[in-house]
């Protein structure tokens, strides 16, 4: 019989040695199984002093993705040039608009009934957020680039806004813990149930997080001496970080620059475009104002036509040079996560 492992053991394989993502699937999963001994701290998973944990538990080291990679299911790639049709999301949101606008269309054809997102809580600290329609989708527009324990919102849709179905929004670290969440769930215990009412999985392009004391405040606020109340957006484009406070920019710098603040858990990473996710959306290979959009399952497609067909989105499929580009940032991403992963282990 399998050894059960419990949380002290994913504290001490995954936690402490620096690979955790801070998907949340761990905490979200003992919410789930009504348990609820961890909790976010610091940027890590922590468990409540003095508990013991149930006998036949163990399942938030088992659903963690890194511990096991979860096995893609469906490998659908259609990739296209994608924008919003709504002047007022395109406003508030950075490239096309797109993650704000199949949202907002999935709220509307009862897709889904609320979105698990992540909101700025104030001086740019994430916080993750249950949308329940279009005004606070928007609230949500805009990339962070510091770490929220996403998956934390599964629970939280269920329990404390009471819905069935939700669309959530995750870099595609988060995505592969979605995915480990059920599949582990399925048949052993009540946490999938659950979980599976996420109905959309959207993913978001990603070359790594940064931690948020170093970024905003070593970095930007310490060394660069940015007011973080005063800034309006961040935007990591081409390998180069600009922040604005409205119309000016406050500063553009290479992401050399900020590499050292990256999260530990980013440097064996091998998903640049979440391809655990029914759609993913980014910033690569298309012309500043649009987005790039990854179908990935006949879901992912079914909902990208509906909001086409229906005047949310407009699309054509992506020039051969962008989804090129998206391929070669793919396998660098995979190969250096892999390389990373064994020097690690040596
Ligand atoms: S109760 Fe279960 S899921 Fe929660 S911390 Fe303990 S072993 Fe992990
Ligand atoms: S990677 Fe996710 S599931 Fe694993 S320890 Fe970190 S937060 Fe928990
Ligand atoms: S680089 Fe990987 S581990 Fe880091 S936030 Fe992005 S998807 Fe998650």
């Not at 006998?55 to 994608?82: F, H, W």
């Amino acid at each position: 019989m399998e050894e059960k492992k419990y949380f002290s053991d994913l504290n001490r394989e995954v936690i402490e040695t620096g690979k955790c993502t801070l998907c949340g699937g761990c905490v979200a999963t003992c919410k789930l199984l009504d348990v609820g001994y961890l909790s976010v701290s610091d940027e890590r998973p922590v468990i409540e002093e003095g508990v013991r944990c149930p006998a036949d538990c163990g399942y938030c080291y088992s659903q963690c993705p890194r511990v096991g990679k979860p096995t893609l299911m469906e490998g659908l790639e259609e990739i296209y040039e994608v924008v919003s049709k709504d002047d007022e999301i395109l406003n508030a949101c950075q490239d096309g608009g797109v993650v704000t606008s199949l949202l907002v269309y999935a709220l509307s054809d009862a897709v889904a009934e609320g979105c698990i997102t992540v909101v700025d809580k104030g001086d740019w600290r994430p916080e993750v957020q249950i949308a329940m329609d279009k005004s606070s989708v928007l609230k949500s527009a805009g990339s962070k680039y510091t770490p929220a324990a996403t998956l934390t919102g599964v629970p939280d849709a269920i329990m404390n806004y009471g819905l069935w179905s939700s669309a959530l929004v995750g870099t595609p670290c988060q995505m592969a813990g979605y995915e480990k969440m059920v599949a582990v769930g399925r048949g052993t215990h009540n946490a999938h149930n659950f979980a599976s009412n996420v109905q959309l999985r959207l993913g978001l392009f990603c070359k790594g997080c940064y931690s948020y004391d170093k970024l905003m405040k070593e970095y930007l606020e310490g060394k660069k001496g940015i007011n973080i109340s005063e800034v309006t957006k961040l935007d990591i484009r081409d390998d180069v970080l600009h922040v604005y406070a409205g119309d000016k920019e406050l500063l553009s710098a290479g992401t050399n620059e900020i590499e050292v603040y990256k999260r530990d858990g980013c440097g064996i990473c091998e998903d640049f475009t979440g391809l655990f996710s029914d759609i993913s959306v980014g910033n690569v290979g298309v012309p500043a104002g649009k987005s790039a959009v990854i179908i990935h399952t006949d879901f992912g497609k079914e909902v990208f036509e509906y909001a086409l067909a229906r005047g949310f989105i407009d699309a054509k499929p992506i020039d051969q040079s962008g989804a090129d580009l998206i391929h070669k940032l793919q396998k660098e991403k995979k190969e250096a996560g892999i390389a990373e992963q064994n020097r690690r282990e040596k």
